[in-house]
C-alpha cells in the first residue's frame, strides 16, 4: 500500500468536503483489526474509497472487502482510488442504494463498517446481523452526529437521522447477543461484538 498516495487521496477529500473517515476513529478500528484480522469485510458507504482502502491493509492473505456507494460520481472516485492504491483485487465495489444491495447479499463477513445514510443505520443494523460471522464485530461511524445524539436537538432538517441514530444505540446496547460500547472520538464510534 502507498502511504503517499493515500495522503493524497485523504487530502483530495477533504479539499473537496467530501466525508472520510476521521483519524482518531480509524485509529481505533486499525487497532481492533490488528488484533482480528479479517478474511471479510462490508463496508456500507465506500465515499472514495479511503476507508476501504486503509482497511485493507488488515485483511487475511486472499480476505476481500465488499464496498456498496450509491453516488455514481464518488464511484469513479474510488475505483480510481484503489487502482493508484494497488488493492483493486482486494476490494469490490456495489454501485447503487445500499437499501436495495443489501437483502441480495448472502455472505458471512468478520467486520461490518457502517457509515452511509445515517436515517437508515437501523436498516443497516440489520442486515448487517444477518451476515456476520459468530465472532465478527460492527463499527458504526458518525453514531453521536455532531453531538446531536445526545442532547436534546429537535430542528425539523436532521430530525429522522437523529431520531434513527437513536435507535440504532438503542438496538445494539439492548441486543442481548451483543456487546456494545459507545465511544466520543470522531463523531462517535458504535462498536458492537457478537457475544
Known amino acids: 500500500m502507498n502511504k503517499e498516495e493515500l495522503d493524497k487521496i485523504k487530502n483530495q477529500a477533504l479539499l473537496e468536503n467530501i466525508p472520510i473517515i476521521m483519524d482518531d476513529t480509524l485509529e481505533v478500528i486499525e487497532k481492533r483489526l490488528k488484533e482480528n484480522l479479517p478474511q471479510r469485510i462490508l463496508e456500507i458507504g465506500t465515499a472514495v474509497g479511503y476507508s476501504a482502502i486503509c482497511f485493507s491493509e488488515f485483511l487475511k492473505e486472499n480476505g476481500r472487502i465488499d464496498?456498496?456507494?450509491?453516488?455514481?460520481?464518488r464511484v469513479k472516485q474510488a475505483i480510481e482510488n484503489i487502482k493508484k492504491a494497488g488493492v483493486e483485487e482486494k476490494i469490490k465495489i456495489y454501485q447503487g442504494d445500499a437499501v436495495e444491495i443489501l437483502p441480495t447479499l448472502n455472505?458471512?463477513?468478520?467486520?461490518?463498517?457502517?457509515?452511509?445514510?445515517?436515517?437508515?443505520?437501523?436498516?443497516?443494523?440489520?442486515?448487517?446481523l444477518r451476515m456476520l460471522n459468530k465472532d465478527g464485530i460492527i463499527f458504526a461511524d458518525n453514531i453521536l452526529y455532531k453531538g446531536y445524539v445526545l442532547s436534546d436537538y429537535n430542528k425539523h432538517k436532521q430530525r429522522t437521522a437523529v431520531r434513527n441514530l437513536r435507535e440504532y444505540i438503542k438496538q445494539v446496547s439492548e441486543n442481548p447477543n451483543l456487546d456494545t460500547e459507545i465511544l466520543e472520538v470522531g463523531d462517535g464510534l458504535a462498536i458492537s461484538k457478537i457475544k
Open 107 to 128: 455472505e458471512k463477513y468478520d467486520m461490518v463498517f457502517i457509515d452511509a445514510a445515517k436515517g437508515k443505520y437501523p436498516f443497516f443494523l440489520k442486515e448487517a
Open 67 to 73: 464496498t456498496i456507494e450509491r453516488d455514481e460520481e
